[in-house]
């Protein structure tokens, strides 16, 4: 689990052994998480689960196995939990005949706001997307971007504790994306629970307090992207050495005991190394330099959330 | 004072809202242009018809009059127009929304999925009504209006003109209870709910020749027995009409026995219409 902290509960989001099935279909399979405030990320690629684990959550889809708890509430009771969550779907379509304000007023609404709150609650949600100048036009008439963005505004509107966003970077161009961002760890630092999905892995990477790695409908690792780094034990880690002789170097770091590979750098200015226990290499390396190397820099090839992916499902290798 | 400690003015709020959406929805949907020319055919036929009485200059019988309108009331409008009108609007409340992939709008909402079936099912009666109801109305008019002012006004204030009317206007009433509820479950049930509507067709038209315990869970039984005015049955069958058996209503039920069945029916509909949209999942990859 994430954390463990059984006197929280109710400041969690708590996945108790839950389950999945579409048919024969696994959707995801046997999911125990216990996701404190903070950014948390969901990564994988496509049919990992991702969409599932946060249909499950929100109660669009009902787990065929396991118990689910957000915040003390159960998902299966639409009218508690949507006061306190607001969920940014990767559905692309909408009611028909809409404006984006329209969109956001209409469901506002819908929690028995009266007119003057919902239509300020609507226009602060919409500001705050940066969609003011287009809230009167029809969503149908929006690009991916915007609609993107609207189905933030809704999100958010209604201040939830818990936001639940499924590719919310998805169709953004880079300007947006970097305001997104910024709302998003604006949000986490005024103790939100942002539970973010994507396949995009350098952007969670970077904003992430958590992540959740994701594959087949199985969690293979969860927990700060470090620790998750240091739970890997059994895969060896990669170091990228820049050098002036790194054939030499490869051939002498490779009599090491806690070497499992070195092989040469594409660019041939420098060496890749595998090892088991980092600290251990650190150390030969310290001696190995003092022979005459001219070693310029030496850096993890792969702490971020893409190489150790990679490692966890076996589907190739970081070469940074 | 919060939501949960006065629900029913919440539910009330947001019945409201759910119905600002669908009505505008249901009553401006270009796919539904159908509806209102099923819906307003007896209006054009009745012009026409004493459009046509006028230029001839005969003298219309209201007696006459007024058993063609009970015939195209029963026959074509209640088991036509109302019947596939309320199969357009009512299935389409959630069959719709899934095929658009839009009914997670309203699952995204701190709505009680109970409440939801009860906003969407009144958006679909007033819309259905608004057309039916019009249309009801507006043939009334059509049919009579090229009577001398006089027979008019007798038949209207002092014969059975205008409770004839209310009574036409209730059975469209009653009737887009009874088909609503039937078709919104049906929508929700079935992926393909025009199989369980072509069932409810046939079992409608054979209903008079059914065992009594099945006619009452018939939606026309009810309707017929509510009817002011009576289908000549026996002119039909001498002619040799096809169509004959339609006007049966062998052991008509009272009319407050009628009422009740239809409420009780409509209320079994959507209670477990209720209960299945509580429990549905939004997986629109499988449609």
């Given at each position: 689990?994430?954390?463990?902290?059984?006197?929280?509960?109710?400041?969690?989001?708590?996945?108790e052994?839950?389950?999945?099935?579409?048919?024969?279909?696994?959707?995801?399979?046997?999911?125990?998480?216990?996701?404190?405030?903070?950014?948390?990320?969901?990564?994988?690629?496509?049919?990992?689960?991702?969409?599932?684990?946060?249909?499950?959550?929100?109660?669009?889809?009902?787990?065929?196995?396991?118990?689910?708890?957000?915040?003390?509430?159960?998902?299966?009771?639409?009218?508690?939990?949507?006061?306190?969550?607001?969920?940014?779907?990767?559905?692309?379509?909408?009611p028909?005949?809409?404006?984006?304000?329209?969109?956001?007023?209409?469901?506002?609404?819908?929690?028995?706001?009266?007119?003057?709150?919902?239509?300020?609650?609507?226009?602060?949600?919409?500001?705050?997307?940066?969609?003011?100048?287009?809230a009167?036009?029809?969503?149908?008439?929006?690009s991916?971007?915007?609609?993107?963005?609207?189905?933030?505004?809704?999100?958010?509107?209604h201040?939830?504790?818990?936001?639940?966003?499924?590719?919310?970077?998805?169709?953004?161009?880079?300007?947006?994306?970097?305001e997104?961002?910024?709302?998003?760890?604006?949000?986490?630092?005024?103790?939100?629970?942002?539970?973010?999905?994507?396949?995009?892995?350098?952007?969670?990477?970077?904003?992430?307090?958590?992540v959740?790695?994701?594959n087949?409908?199985y969690?293979v690792?969860?927990?700060?992207?470090?620790?998750?780094?240091?739970?890997i034990?059994?895969?060896?880690m990669?170091?990228l050495?820049?050098?002036?002789?790194?054939?030499?170097?490869?051939a002498?770091?490779?009599?090491?005991?806690?070497?499992?590979e070195?092989?040469?750098h594409?660019?041939?200015?420098?060496?890749l190394?595998?090892?088991r226990?980092a600290?251990?290499f650190?150390?030969?390396?310290?001696?190995?330099?003092?022979d005459?190397?001219?070693?310029e820099?030496?850096?993890?090839?792969?702490?971020?959330?893409?190489?150790?992916?990679e490692?966890?499902v076996?589907?190739?290798?970081s070469?940074? | 004072?919060?939501?949960?400690?006065?629900?029913?003015?919440?539910w009330a709020?947001?019945?409201?809202?759910?119905?600002?959406?669908?009505l505008?929805?249901?009553?401006?949907?270009?796919?539904?242009?159908?509806?209102y020319?099923?819906?307003f055919?007896?209006?054009?036929?009745?012009?026409v018809?004493?459009?046509?009485?006028?230029?001839?200059?005969?003298?219309?019988?209201?007696?006459?009059d007024?058993?063609?309108?009970?015939?195209?009331?029963?026959l074509?409008?209640?088991?036509?127009?109302?019947?596939?009108?309320?199969?357009?609007?009512?299935?389409?409340?959630?069959r719709?929304?899934?095929l658009?992939k839009?009914?997670?709008?309203?699952?995204?909402?701190?709505?009680?999925r109970?409440?939801?079936?009860?906003?969407?099912?009144?958006?679909?009666?007033?819309?259905?009504?608004?057309?039916?109801?019009?249309?009801?109305v507006?043939?009334?008019?059509?049919?009579?209006w090229?009577?001398?002012?006089?027979t008019?006004?007798?038949y209207?204030?002092?014969?059975?003109?205008?409770?004839?009317?209310?009574?036409?206007?209730g059975?469209?009433?009653?009737?887009?209870?009874?088909?609503?509820?039937?078709?919104?479950?049906?929508?929700?049930?079935?992926?393909?709910?025009?199989i369980?509507?072509?069932?409810?067709?046939?079992?409608?038209?054979?209903?008079?020749?059914?065992?009594?315990?099945l006619?009452?869970?018939?939606?026309i039984?009810?309707?017929?027995?509510?009817?002011?005015?009576?289908?000549p049955?026996?002119?039909?069958?001498?002619?040799?009409?096809?169509?004959?058996?339609?006007?049966?209503?062998?052991?008509?039920?009272?009319?407050?026995?009628?009422?009740?069945?239809?409420?009780?029916?409509?209320?079994?509909?959507?209670?477990?219409?209720?209960?299945?949209?509580?429990?549905?999942?939004?997986?629109?990859?499988?449609?």
């Amino acid at each position: 689990m994430i954390a463990q902290d059984p006197q929280g509960a109710d400041r969690r989001i708590v996945f108790e052994d839950v389950s999945k099935f579409y048919g024969d279909v696994l959707g995801v399979n046997r999911v125990n998480l216990s996701i404190p405030p903070g950014i948390t990320s969901l990564v994988g690629p496509n049919g990992s689960g991702k969409t599932t684990l946060m249909n499950l959550m929100t109660g669009l889809v009902r787990p065929t196995r396991g118990r689910i708890n957000v915040l003390g509430i159960r998902p299966d009771e639409p009218e508690r939990l949507f006061r306190t969550l607001g969920y940014c779907t990767q559905f692309d379509s909408f009611p028909r005949g809409l404006t984006g304000h329209d969109f956001i007023y209409s469901y506002l609404r819908l929690f028995g706001y009266q007119h003057e709150q919902a239509r300020q609650l609507t226009e602060r949600a919409i500001e705050r997307v940066g969609l003011s100048e287009a809230a009167g036009r029809k969503v149908a008439a929006y690009s991916k971007g915007m609609r993107q963005r609207i189905k933030l505004a809704q999100a958010i509107c209604h201040n939830p504790s818990v936001l639940v966003l499924d590719e919310p970077l998805n169709g953004l161009d880079p300007l947006i994306r970097a305001e997104t961002i910024a709302l998003f760890r604006a949000l986490a630092a005024e103790g939100l629970h942002l539970i973010i999905s994507s396949h995009v892995l350098h952007e969670v990477d970077v904003i992430s307090d958590q992540v959740v790695l994701l594959n087949s409908g199985y969690v293979v690792a969860e927990g700060q992207i470090h620790s998750v780094r240091d739970e890997i034990e059994e895969h060896p880690m990669q170091i990228l050495i820049r050098c002036s002789r790194p054939a030499d170097l490869a051939a002498r770091v490779f009599r090491e005991d806690c070497v499992v590979e070195a092989r040469l750098h594409p660019d041939g200015n420098g060496l890749l190394v595998k090892t088991r226990d980092a600290d251990r290499f650190y150390l030969a390396l310290n001696r190995i330099a003092q022979d005459g190397f001219n070693v310029e820099s030496v850096a993890p090839a792969d702490d971020d959330v893409l190489s150790v992916y990679e490692y966890l499902v076996g589907t190739g290798e970081s070469t940074k | 004072m919060s939501a949960s400690e006065r629900p029913w003015s919440l539910w009330a709020a947001q019945t409201a809202a759910i119905m600002r959406l669908e009505l505008k929805k249901t009553l401006l949907a270009r796919r539904g242009l159908w509806i209102y020319f099923l819906a307003f055919a007896p209006v054009f036929i009745f012009v026409v018809h004493a459009y046509h009485q006028l230029r001839t200059g005969q003298v219309g019988d209201i007696g006459n009059d007024t058993h063609i309108f009970a015939g195209i009331f029963q026959l074509f409008f209640l088991r036509l127009a109302v019947f596939f009108g309320c199969v357009g609007i009512f299935i389409n409340l959630f069959r719709g929304e899934v095929l658009e992939k839009s009914l997670h709008y309203y699952f995204l909402a701190p709505l009680r999925r109970q409440v939801l079936v009860a906003g969407k099912f009144l958006s679909g009666l007033v819309a259905a009504m608004v057309i039916f109801g019009t249309s009801i109305v507006l043939q009334f008019f059509a049919l009579y209006w090229y009577f001398e002012p006089a027979t008019r006004q007798e038949y209207f204030y002092h014969g059975h003109g205008l409770a004839h009317l209310a009574a036409y206007f209730g059975v469209t009433l009653l009737a887009c209870v009874g088909y609503g509820s039937v078709f919104l479950a049906a929508g929700v049930l079935f992926r393909n709910p025009l199989i369980p509507a072509v069932v409810v067709l046939v079992l409608e038209a054979i209903s008079g020749f059914l065992p009594s315990f099945l006619q009452h869970i018939s939606v026309i039984f009810y309707l017929k027995s509510l009817c002011p005015v009576s289908v000549p049955a026996a002119i039909f069958m001498d002619q040799g009409n096809p169509l004959a058996f339609l006007a049966v209503n062998p052991a008509p039920a009272s009319a407050p026995a009628a009422v009740l069945g239809i409420v009780i029916l409509s209320v079994v509909a959507l209670a477990y219409s209720g209960v299945r949209v509580r429990r549905m999942e939004i997986d629109y990859g499988t449609e």
